[in-house]
Each structure stands twice: as C-alpha cells, then as structure tokens.
C-alpha cells in the first residue's frame, strides 16, 4: 500500500510518504544445492554369502529434502532383497553379499537444486583362504643362537587389518606360542627365536596360522620340527639385525615399523626418531609394542616421514644402527588458501573455484583436476566454463539462478588415491529497491516525516538496512535514535524525521545515506533533507536609483536571507 500526506503548509513542500508492509525474511528456507557431510573409508570388507547383520553404509546430506542413489561401477543400485536401500535416509544395507555386489561405490545425493556425491569407496571381500596341505618340515638351529621357523604357504587374507599370525606348538591347536623378549613374529608371520634353549625342541611341532578377526576364522598350516644342536659353551653374543620392515602410512592414520635382533641373551631394542630423539613409549606420538620390536606412529604427519633408527642392546653392547623408513603419503590434497568454498553470486556475476591438488612432497604428482556439476562431467565448449591454470581454476560465467546454481565438483587422482572436493554455487538475486523516499524534502518546524524504503533480495538472506547522516558542515555519523530520529524495528527500513519536539530544525538538516545490504550485494539510497523555516518573512520598500519603489519579499532562514521580486 502506498499513501501519501499531504502537509498543508503552503510553504513547504509536500511530503510524499511511501508505505509497504515490509517483507520480514528469515534465512529459513535455504534453497541450497545438498552438501554431502558423511565421511566414507577407502575400502569396505564384507564376506561373501554370509548373513550380514552390521553391514550399513551411511550417506548423509545437508540441505532440505533429500533424496538418495547409490552407484555400482557407475550403475545405479536397485533395491533387492539382499542389498537394500534407502532413497530418504541414505542407508545401504548389506544382508548378503554375493559375487557381482563387490565393486566400487558411490552415493549420489540429490535436492531440486543439485547433486552432491561421496567419494568413490571399494567394497572388498573379506577373506581368508586356507593353507595347502604340505608335507612336515624340519628345522635345525644351534642352542643359544637364532632360529627362524617361516610360516610356509601363508594364505590371502583381507583386511590386512583383521588379520593376525598366530605360532601353535605342539598337537592340535590348543597352545599357543606366546611373544615374549625371547621368542616373537616378525612383520611376514615368521617365527623367531632369539635365541634357542634346548627345550624349545621338545620334540613338538611348530604350526603357524592365520587368524581372521572380522570372521572369526582360523586356519593353520602344516608342521614344522625344530632340531636343536647343542652348543658346547655359552657364547659371548652381541645383537644382531634379524628382521626390519619399512612403515607407510596414510595422512593421519597409522603406520608401523619393525625391528629385530636376535642374541643371548635376547636384546632389547631402541627406537631414534628423524630428529635424533630416542623414542618413549610414553610419548602420545609413538607406541613401542612387542618387547620393544614394533614402533607404531599414529596420526600421521608429512613431517613423521624420514628414517627412523632402531638398535638392539645387550648389556650396554648396541648392534649397529639399522634404518627403517617411514613414508606418510596421502590421495591429493588441497593446500591453497580459498580451496573449494561455497560461493553465493549475484545473477549475471562470475563463480571462481579453486582446486590447486597435490601431493605430499616426494611423491608423485595428481592428475589435473576435473570438474562435474551435480556429478556430470563439465561440457566446456560455450563460454559458460573458463578453466584455466592447469585445470585448477574453474570460473563459471554469467551466472544464472536455475541453470547454475549446483554443487560442482573436483577430482584429482594419484598413486595414493582420488580426491573429490565439492563446493555449492548458489544465484541469487541482487537486492531490488521497490519503494523509496524522493531525493529531497523541505521541513520545517512541527513536522513528521518518514523516509520508508522497500527493497527485495533473495529469499534465502535477510536484509539489512544502516542509516548514516551528514551534515551541512560535513560531519558524518550512524544514525540513532533520539528525541527527532527514530528507526523502525526490528527492520530498520523506516526513519521519521520528527520535529515537532526541537527548537532548531537544523539539526536535522543534510544528506541521509541508507544502505541496504547482506553479505552478497548492498544498494544505497540518499535523500537531502533541508529546511526553510522563515524567521522573518515581511515585504520590503527598496528605493532605487531610478526613484521607483520596488517590493521584494525577504525570507530569513538559519541560513541566511533571502529576497523574492513580488
Ligand atoms: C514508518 O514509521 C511511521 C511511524 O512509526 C509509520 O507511521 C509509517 O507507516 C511507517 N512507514 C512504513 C513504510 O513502514
Ligand atoms: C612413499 O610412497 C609413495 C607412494 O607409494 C612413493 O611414491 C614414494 O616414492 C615413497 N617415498 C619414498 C621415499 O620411498
Ligand atoms: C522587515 O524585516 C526586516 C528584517 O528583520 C526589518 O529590518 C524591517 O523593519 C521589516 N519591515 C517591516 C515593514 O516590517
């Protein structure tokens, strides 16, 4: 609705007021294209043909409603009675697991303004095979010295993290060989003795095998004789490298290295980090497991790479150093500074997202990143999509509210793995002014004006409104309320100029700046505000030269003066 006043000074000008109910926008309806929040692992294990009762790949998305697609090696997933999935929750569920439900998968996740995705995730087999049937075998070794029994024909088993060598002696799979400083298992599944007693004989067999921990399977190998021959005296041994593995880990996950020695009697062993530290177990960084023999580094750092030194000692006699390194890699990651951000873009304005991928230094480098909206490769040609700077920066041009609002995203490949980064574009559009105050008024003593202004943004932001005043003498400041200044609320869309309170209308006199604003676009609005208040207002007789009489009006302001020929 829109109204006007009239005041009915007829000197002054009329007052024209604007009046609209004002739009009061929350951010609640958000119209955003989704953005996928659950984190996924690179493998999944499951076994075959087994009933599953804990098989569940969680998708989550945020924004408004959304709807769930899960792909197979690129083809969707249709709901069956073993594979079950939620197209509201995100949920896939495993009950069964047969040969063609192994592979690589994705989750799409979709709203009426894009697609997001996961990143692409294998589901595995979880397995254990069996040993081949083999014939016994003997072993010699001399009492006192290092013995190794080698876990012969080790079958596949997946995940390596489920997955645990365990050394039987004697008939049946009753007992066990336990680690201790003498005896331990080295990073293959081989068994060691560091050194050998008589008894360890015992005429018993020695049986490694393979625990599987998600399946609790346990398979065992055949059987190994240890002969002993026996050792005239007590040897004057010093510790010797038997066994050392290299560690890899992924950024922040977990890696272990292994050392051992072998030597009577058995060694201890001492870790030395890359920067010259000798390692404690109490170290948060590090645990040192296995009498010493394993040094797990969790939480990995690019700067934990290096080689790390391990020695045995035996009564303050050390081996030489031995080196292992430990090599923290990582799938491509972002770096930069402004890497990937959601951006929201006036209609006809320019997105910029940035992918600068790589790798951790020493390793290869990724693949040039490539681009997908809503998980469909980018069609290039057209002049919508500038992607420059070896593919690292995509601008999309001329933005427009339904063909380019989405969520886009970035892939980079290298020896270590994929990275997909997702950003959302939203277009919005700029802030429209509907209604506003004239660029001047007059005012004078006794008068109310209002300064109402109308203005439209997206319905996603909310508006803000500032008022700022200046001067005649050029000094500026915000606008508060006070005895003839009064800002609406909550939306502060509305100023009256009252002066019917004051005895000076030149207090309110000057320019008036309002800017409306959100975070994505501002538009300001000025009006001058002066006044015309005649102190003195009478005619008077000027002689001229001539001898004529003229009359002029004469108006006097706080200005100054002012004549009018009548
Ligand atoms: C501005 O505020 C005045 C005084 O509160 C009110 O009379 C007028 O209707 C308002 N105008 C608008 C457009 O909100
Ligand atoms: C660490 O592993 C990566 C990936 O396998 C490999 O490219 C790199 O050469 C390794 N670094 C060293 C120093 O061995
Ligand atoms: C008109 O106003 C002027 C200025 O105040 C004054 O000097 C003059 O006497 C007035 N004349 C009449 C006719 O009132």
Not at 39 to 46: A, D, I, L, P, Q
Not at 239 to 256: C, E, L, Q, T
Not at 357 to 370: G, Y
Not at 529 to 551: A, K, M, R, Y
């Amino acid at each position: 609705a829109v109204y006007q006043t009239i005041t009915m000074d007829w000197r002054l000008c009329l007052v024209l007021l604007l009046t609209a109910l004002t739009c009061v926008v929350w951010g609640q309806d958000d119209q955003m294209p989704p953005k996928m929040i659950s984190t996924f692992k690179n493998e999944y294990y499951y076994p075959r043909d087994s009933i599953l009762t804990d098989a569940s790949i969680n998708c989550k998305a945020w924004n408004g409603q959304i709807h769930y697609e899960w792909k197979r090696n690129g083809v969707v997933v249709p709901n069956s009675q073993f594979v079950s999935i939620d197209g509201s929750t995100g949920t896939l569920k495993f009950v069964k697991i047969a040969n063609e439900d192994y592979g690589t998968y994705q989750c799409f996740a979709t709203n009426d303004y894009g697609t997001s995705l996961s990143k692409l995730f294998k589901v595995k087999e979880s397995r254990l095979g069996s040993f081949p049937a083999g014939d016994p075998e003997e072993v010699r070794c001399k009492q006192f010295e290092h013995c190794k029994i080698q876990c012969r024909d080790k079958p596949i088993c997946l995940p390596d993290s489920q997955c645990r060598v365990q050394w039987k002696i004697g008939v049946g799979t009753k007992s066990n060989v336990y680690n201790n400083i003498r005896i331990g298992v080295d990073g293959n599944g081989d068994l060691h003795i560091m050194w050998t007693k008589a008894n360890d004989w015992n005429g018993l067999q020695y049986r490694c095998g393979v625990w599987q921990e998600q399946r609790k399977i346990f398979v065992v190998g055949s059987d190994t004789t240890l002969r002993i021959d026996p050792a005239r005296s007590i040897p004057n041994s010093e510790p010797i490298s038997v066994f050392k593995k290299n560690g890899k880990a992924m950024y922040g996950g977990k890696g272990v290295l292994r050392c051992m020695f072998s030597g009577y009697p058995a060694p201890d062993v001492e870790w030395i980090s890359p920067t010259k530290e000798v390692i404690k177990d109490t170290d948060g960084k590090y645990a040192i497991s296995d009498f010493g023999r394993v040094l797990t580094i969790s939480h990995a750092e690019p700067e934990y790479e290096g080689f790390y030194i391990c020695k045995g000692i035996i009564r303050k006699v050390e081996s030489g150093p031995e080196r292992v390194f430990f090599n923290v890699t990582s799938a491509p990651i972002l770096t930069g500074v402004n890497q990937m951000r959601d951006e929201i873009v006036l209609v006809g304005k320019k997105a910029t997202f940035r992918c600068e991928a790589e790798s951790l230094p020493n390793e290869e480098p990724p693949t040039f990143p490539i681009w997908k909206k809503n998980g469909v490769y980018l069609v290039i040609d057209g002049g919508k999509y500038i992607i420059s700077e070896n593919s690292k920066l995509l601008e999309v041009i001329d933005v427009q509210k339904g063909s380019d609002t989405g969520t886009y995203q970035c892939m980079s490949e290298n020896s270590e793995g994929v990275l997909l980064k997702e950003a959302i574009l939203k277009v919005i559009d700029p802030i429209t002014i509907r209604e506003r105050p004239l660029g001047s008024y007059k005012i004078v003593l006794g008068d109310v004006l209002n300064l109402a202004v109308v203005a439209d943004t997206d319905p996603s932001l909310t508006l803000q409104y500032k008022w700022m005043f200046t001067d005649y003498q050029g000094n500026e400041k915000e606008i508060e309320n006070s005895e003839y200044w009064k800002i609406s609320w909550p939306n502060n869309n509305n100023l009256t100029i009252d002066v019917t309170q004051v005895t000076d209308p030149g207090v309110v006199t000057g320019v008036y700046q309002l800017k409306i604003y959100h975070n994505y676009d501002q538009k300001v609005i000025y009006v001058t505000i002066e006044t015309d208040i005649i102190t003195t207002e009478n005619e008077s007789e000027v002689f001229l030269p001539d001898g004529q009489i003229q009359l002029y009006h004469m108006f006097q302001n706080h200005l100054g003066l002012a004549f009018s020929e009548k």
